[in-house]
């Protein structure tokens, strides 16, 4: 039977063909490496086309990933490929299996991934609507990279998962990702503000996320806990790694600290660790924030430092004088405190204050492992807490008024009492942060040879000056 001129075959629609080419080109790629594919039927496409269950070593494994795929040219943008969320959003984000996309590129017959699940939940915590899935060109899918590829998406698999449900629900919650092996502890203060103990697998230290912080992390190590350490660690406001604990709060950290010191030994034996930029980074902006707020004229001292610097190398010339082209910008890192600063003045005060960062193993103390050189030197040498001789004091007078040691400033007149309880002044000849105990504060007497370690919280009293009169 020949067919009617006047009544022709239906079309195949030219926005499939790219399309089969996409899923084929995918579904090729997985079953040649022995992956399982089950295509969704396109009458019941509701933002799925295939169902993936990976293997290991031929057999089957229990991590199963939905896959949305696209094809086309239609899908790249200028930075990448982008994919519509459309009405998708909700089952993509929370769905109890997370949701892939992939594009197929006819041009160049290359595959390029993106896990929308992932970057729809960080999208949610930031507060953003997205509208799209963006996809990196770096993203490929082939057979090079398709180990790492399944690699990545299994340990994601892994939060969906026994315990690491909770932990992936506590990681969305603060912003972070936590791994197989992590240490997890929660705990929810008397004013509902969310806590969590976070300890990585054979590193030095422990990481605080507090939600009164904005999840900001903060670094613990042994030496927050030193029975030498900040008086009252437990009293009424006891501050670790700077930050202020109710007594309750402080002893959920002192035990969960305790209780996972068997995850910081790392013996020989252990596979090596990577160096944590993130803490790296986190520790170096903390200690350049204190250093600001005890040394005022530091960042000033450091520039003209850096400038009189006649090793300075032509290289970071250069990096100076791009950096110091925004005006705005360089102006506002001289005139703004460290937490007012945008992103790029900071980058500009931590240039001329830090010389180097010398990184040790990831096993040592956080304050050991990361050791900055600063461009301005302290002072001076400087005495421990234990080779301290007498105290400050606080006897309080009509000409007399109490600060804290932070507030200590070149040419305050304080007071000491010696062992044995007598009183005498002593003039402050500089005030620095402490480099053998980083989070103390360094003062130098004008009768002394060395500097002397204090807490910031510790109290002195000083002469009022007649300009303060």
Known sequence: MHPDPEDPLPKVPDARRPSRAAVNALRALLERHNHIV???DGQNDFGEDQHVTFTEDGEV??????????GGRSWRRAGGYAVPIGDHGGTWADGNLPVLCVVHDPDTDGLYWANATKQLLTARRNGDVLKTITISPD???DDDSIAGFVAEVRRYLSRYRGNRIIQAQLGEMAGVEFGPTDIVQHHVNVHGEDMIFWQRWGEGFATLLHSDLGWYPEHVGPEHFHPHGRPGLLPRMPVVADTILSPAEAQWLAACFDASQWAREHAVEDPPLLTNVDARDNYVARR???????EPDALTRS???FRTDAAAGNDLIAIARELESDAETYTEALSKSWREMSEKARKIVTFYLVEEVRVGAPALPIDKQFRIVWRCSRPTGEYGFGA?????STQRSANRESVMAFNLKPGDRIYWLSRYGNERGRTVSAVWDSEDAPGAVCVLFDQLMLGDTFWPGEWFVRKVSTKAR
């Open 303 to 305: 520039i003209q430092a």
């Open 61 to 70: 494994t229990g991590d199963l990933v939905k896959i949305q795929v696209k």
């Open 388 to 392: 301290r001789v007498g105290q400050p």
């Open 288 to 294: 350049v924030e204190r250093r600001l707020w005890i």
């Open 38 to 40: 089950q295509e969704v």
């Open 139 to 141: 993203k490929t899918l």
